[in-house]
């Protein structure tokens, strides 16, 4: 079914086929406005990695955000391409010439973090004009150690670049379950990436994710990177953050047998890095390639629909060609998944 | 890099930009000699959900095998459209009317399982002409209970189909650790599916995966499914079978700290239901969207190359829009993963 058939008819939800990657309007709007009541315009940087998708990128464009975290070079050109954005940023480090070239090229304003001299210099000689120094603040990944900082953005310099700052990802902290040890850690992290920031300068400091989106009203970052609030999953929904699941993967019930039930919502349409799904109204035996055996809480029929919640946005969103925008069961929009790939 | 560059050029494997899906040639084709040794011609019905590619699909065919079994709609009107195969197999139910149809319309044979009152009833609506009857041999799935295998295939040919046999998959005994065990416990699900298809009749009992494709001397199937052998993974890799491991994913190193470094395959390029993929000449740590943190043996600098093994070839398959084809570390050409979706 394409969008056009879509617009035309006032097409159920349940008359997609299936998988079908929906996305529920209301909660989505809804996600969008109380992050950015708390963390307004240039304070967040939202993440295009949790969605891939420019549509989304756009509203988030819409309700006041202008500057973007990616983290492909496909995620930047295609944002740019897109024409969504005014400053973006790959907060993830390469030494692809080909694909550094093709970001320096663009007509928007691309900045990508370096945390070494192999970085730096790759970046340098393919035309980039600026970047920010990746720190490591905790998470064992990428990021240059906080005292060697200062000495990277010196080489960033004397290169060419433009150190626009330093940025920091405490994604080891994300899933802390205690609030207050959550808070604490946070701000010892981030103590790491402000010494950083003293010898590196400019006027950016990034950090943050969705799990630590309201823990740093007092860490001095600048602006905070987060994605996954716009969709949510069932990880982060252990969290009790103030935002709600908008992503679900609509199944058809296609085998029902004594005991359980089989929906054609395998792990081919789901990510798994996070475990299983959930299903609404019963509970999850196991994932195979395109099936879902479950126990239903009331014996559903074959044909039967059934709402399957992904554990993990980012990976669940990479998986489809498109989303279908859902407002009361209709289908409003098809929002294509258009920045997958590297 | 597209087809052109490398067939013009000779590309070296380490000219790829990266994350890139890797196909040794030469394990490649001693997989399908080895399994065509022993199931050869229609005695193996290649499954393509485990590649989702119509190249390595006329690959099996080109060594004998004509007959081939899909899980998606879409595998098989992407595989007629290929023209690859004269007998498609959808070895999974639907009821979705507009994809019956699109199958039914094909010029290729194409024969749909069924395991209910519902998904005949489907597919005879939608024009499909045939059915193997879909047996439940002990995994908790699709299928018939046996003993109602009977009644069912009355049902298929009141509605008009013909009905070519059974199917059943034990794919709960895939990973039984003890051979003799494994071989004992197939034979007892084997009967199972025999004692339905002396109801059911027909010329195929189909059934099987790579991981039983050795202990079916004696079940009376006439007919193997299976898929992984072609590429195999780290998963089926511990069961000792003839195949080796032709697939992998060539990573490039983007960061080294003192005690690990990184590579840029993430969990979005690497199926991850089995848990974390194997490097070589390190131990992995952890998975991120774009990120492999792992402890080499040797420590690596930014832009070596790693060679990343998948833990589950299905979904890895799903995850690329294409295959890389290397012989003695030279790209040979391209294969587009072009089966993906439903």
Not at 78 to 102: F, K, Q, S
Not at 252 to 279: C, E, F, R, Y
Not at 285 to 290: G, L, M, Q, T
């Amino acid at each position: 079914m394409c969008l056009a058939d879509v617009q035309r008819c006032g097409v159920h939800v349940n008359e997609l086929s299936t998988p079908a990657l929906l996305i529920d309007a209301a909660a989505f709007d809804r996600n969008l406005a109380a992050m950015a009541g708390r963390l307004p315009g240039d304070r967040l940087r939202p993440h295009v990695k949790a969605h891939k998708c420019t549509a989304i990128a756009a509203a988030q464009q819409a309700i006041g955000h202008d500057t973007f975290t990616c983290a492909t070079p496909r995620e930047v050109v295609g944002m740019a391409h897109a024409g969504v954005g005014t400053d973006l940023l790959l907060a993830n480090e390469t030494v692809d010439a080909e694909r550094l070239r093709a970001m320096a090229e663009l007509d928007v304003p691309v900045t990508v973090a370096v945390d070494s001299e192999a970085t730096v210099t790759a970046a340098a000689r393919a035309g980039v004009s600026a970047c920010l120094i990746d720190v490591n603040v905790g998470l064992p990944r990428c990021g240059v150690a906080p005292e060697r900082a200062g000495a990277l953005a010196d080489q960033a310099r004397a290169a060419g670049l433009t150190v626009r700052g330093v940025m920091g990802y405490e994604g080891h902290l994300m899933m802390v379950a205690d609030r207050a040890e959550r808070l604490a850690s946070v701000e010892r992290s981030m103590q790491l990436l402000l010494d950083a920031h003293a010898q590196v300068g400019g006027d950016i400091i990034s950090a943050g994710g969705t799990g630590t989106f309201d823990l740093h009203a007092n860490t001095g970052i600048t602006e905070l990177q987060a994605g996954s609030y716009a969709l949510m999953d069932t990880h982060y929904g252990r969290q009790g953050l103030p935002f709600e699941q908008a992503l679900f993967v609509s199944g058809t019930v296609i085998s029902v047998s004594d005991g359980w039930s089989v929906a054609d919502v395998g792990l081919k349409s789901l990510g798994m890095d996070h475990g299983n799904p959930q299903v609404r109204d019963g509970k999850v035996w196991f994932c195979s390639d395109e099936h879902l055996t479950y126990q239903a809480a009331i014996q559903p029929s074959v044909g039967d629909r059934v709402g399957v919640i992904p554990a993990h946005v980012d990976p669940t969103m990479a998986m489809h060609e498109a989303a279908w925008v859902i407002r009361d069961d209709e289908v409003i929009d098809r929002w294509a998944i258009d920045l997958r790939g590297w």
